[in-house]
């Protein structure tokens, strides 16, 4: 590894960063988690902190912009240079600016989050089917309003589960119109359009009125790019047309004709020799979260190594289950230190005068319990424990809870030892018996069970004939009534739950009756009649006939972050 | 059927990766990533020359140091990568 010259390095540890603008690629939650995601990369392995400004000067100005962005070095369109950054210090210094020439992605293709339709906001599935056919893209199939569409699972004709794709009809981002959609046709300078414009800017980002006239509203955004849209060349947003005439030839699909680089590209009019406009075909696309995990290292007083696998080597390379190297580690820990021990936790003063956060048991004073507002649920990577309990969806971790009911409200962070005083820190798995409403807790080698504010334990849990080499239960789903599984790693067993004892033919491995789960989940529960199996950030839904019939982000599907 | 077809390469307009030679790239590259440094043309400093410059690259790189532009350091040139210059004035 190497440091910049004087070791350059923030001076405090707890670094601020704003996003300036979001890329028309991504979603912008899935842009925010992935350079959340990206700092966590550093401050899982130092004692830095990072917090996101909304406004203001923060030390990281995170920015996306194409060719001249405002600084002394230009971008260079699609491919080549993918990213800067500037090492700590004030002003620009500390910086990270993306090619917006690039098709930002998570590094495998388009990323596609959906909006309304019946699957909670799900990714979309590619290929899925439709009426028999199989679709590669978001489709307007079926529709007669235009708007693209996608199925969040492999079978649209089976699952029925579909969702909308981003398009300027349904949303717009950045501008002054709140993420409202575009008004066609609008009118700029006294002409109409009839679909998104750079008409008026000299960065080349597509913008739309979302009004039916902009000289007199000024009310405008940016229109997100379609997944079928082309990349760069000179008409970056616009669909692909097809088939095209090239050099007197005619193209049906993507082709590398006319260009010694390779790259696939297509015309985005009927005829390429008249109309000269054209842009690359979607492709991967580059992982914004890998990039930025870089360029984040820069920010923070990296320079570049020259360890071909180290996170701070030159070339963008994909992995898919990404690690820190040892190299970068001892480059970062060279410049703030190590991490040391636990995350602090806030000291919870009480005082008997204000109203209280946490709903408290019946004291005859309201207690007021402070806890740190930075306990974020949508910036923990993985939960301790997610389970349901009187119909809401409780997450834990590290002494705090959370919860969402139907609706998907989100509340907490709530005190584990307000409502369960009983409890440690750290809960690994729990559920509610269905017909006694108990709830049983799990940490380690430990059960409680609560009945209301009763409480019967610690117990150990080799009490319930589970093997006393058993390092603890990382999950429980209710199968029936009476009868519960206990999962921990690739092996479950079946609790009777009324005999408290596990049942005879146990365990059993996960991948014989639970096919295309991991079998190393932390958090396995049930919920709203499927099982969830979680690994880190994402789960595996199966539903009751064991088909995993989809596969998405906790934090966006389930706390609906 | 078997005759190659003929390629004709297209200066696609506002595509700014030019069709360039690798020639061309590799002098661009060594400049842009601090290989050669560009004050070197004022005559500020003494040259560096290309194939001092290339070994450098090819260190950086784990390739094999010939100070050639070779085809795998042409390829490394073109790998998309991060705009930081791997070498400081």
Partial sequence: ?561 | WCVPLKSVYVTFPGDVIKNMTDIQLADEYLKRYGYIDVLQKSGLQAVTSPSKALKKLQNQFGLEETGKLDQPTIDAMKQPRCGVPDIRN
């Fill in chain 1, 1 to 561: 590894y190497q440091t910049f010259a004087g070791d350059l390095k923030w001076d405090h540890n707890d670094v601020t960063y704003r996003i300036l603008n979001y890329s028309p690629d991504m979603e912008a939650t899935l842009i925010d988690d992935a350079f959340a995601r990206a700092f966590k990369v550093w401050s899982d392995v130092t004692p830095l902190t990072f917090r996101r400004l909304f406004e203001g000067t923060a030390d990281i100005m995170i920015s996306f912009g194409k060719a001249d962005h405002g600084d002394p070095y230009p971008f260079d369109g699609k491919d080549g240079l993918l990213a800067h950054a500037y090492p700590p210090g004030e002003g620009i210094q500390g910086d990270a600016h993306f090619d917006d020439d690039e098709y930002w992605t998570l590094g495998t293709g388009p990323a596609i989050k959906t909006h309304y339709g019946n699957a909670d906001g799900a990714m979309c599935h590619f290929p899925f089917l439709f009426e028999g056919k199989s679709y590669s893209t978001c489709t307007a199939e079926g529709r007669t309003d235009g708007l693209p569409w996608c199925a969040t699972t492999a079978d649209y004709d089976k699952d029925q589960k579909f969702g909308f794709c981003p398009s300027e009809l349904l949303f717009t981002f950045d501008g002054n119109s709140n993420g409202a959609p575009c008004v066609f046709p609008f009118v700029f300078q006294g002409v109409k359009y009839d679909s998104c414009t750079t008409e008026g800017r000299t960065d080349g980002y597509r913008w739309c009125a979302t009004t039916a006239n902009f000289d007199t509203d000024k009310k405008y955004g940016f229109c997100p790019n379609r997944d079928t849209a082309v990349i760069g060349g000179n008409s970056e947003g616009e669909p692909c047309q097809f088939p095209f005439t090239f050099l007197g030839n005619k193209y049906s699909g993507c082709t590398s004709e006319g260009r010694n680089d390779g790259k696939l590209w297509c015309a985005t009019t009927s005829d390429y020799d008249t109309d000269k406009k054209w842009g690359f075909c979607p492709d991967r696309g580059y992982s914004l979260f890998l990039v930025a995990a870089h360029e984040f290292g820069h920010a923070l007083g990296l320079d570049h190594s020259n360890i071909k696998d180290a996170l701070m080597f030159p070339m963008y390379k994909y992995v898919e289950d990404f690690s820190l190297h040892r190299d970068d580690i001892e480059g970062i820990q060279y410049l703030y230190g190590p991490k040391t021990g636990p995350d602090p936790t806030p000291p919870v003063p009480q005082s008997t005068t204000s109203s209280s956060i946490v709903p408290t048991k019946s004291t005859t004073v309201s207690t007021t319990v402070h806890v740190d507002p930075s306990k974020d649920a949508c910036q923990i990577k993985e939960f301790d424990a997610i389970t349901e309990i009187q119909k809401e969806l409780h997450f834990f971790k590290d002494g705090y809870y959370w919860k969402t009911s139907n609706k998907g409200d989100r509340k907490g962070p709530f005190l584990i030892s307000q409502k369960w005083p009983a409890l440690p820190a750290v809960i690994h798995a729990a559920f509610e018996d269905q017909l006694t409403q108990k709830i049983y807790f799990f940490s380690e080698k430990q059960f409680w069970v609560y009945t209301g504010n009763d409480v019967l334990g610690p117990r150990k849990i080799e009490k319930l004939g589970l093997p006393n080499n058993l390092d603890r239960v990382d999950g429980a789903v209710q199968r029936g009534k009476g009868k519960v599984l206990l999962f921990n790693g690739e092996n479950f067993w079946r609790l009777d739950v009324k005999a408290q004892m596990i049942d005879r033919g146990y365990p059993r491995f996960v991948d014989t009756v639970f096919g295309g789960v991991p079998t190393d989940s932390h958090d396995v529960f049930l919920y709203k009649g499927f099982f969830y199996f979680c690994r880190e950030s994402f789960y595996w839904r199966m539903n009751a006939k064991r088909q995993v019939d989809r596969v998405g982000y906790v934090k966006h599907d389930l706390l609906k972050c």
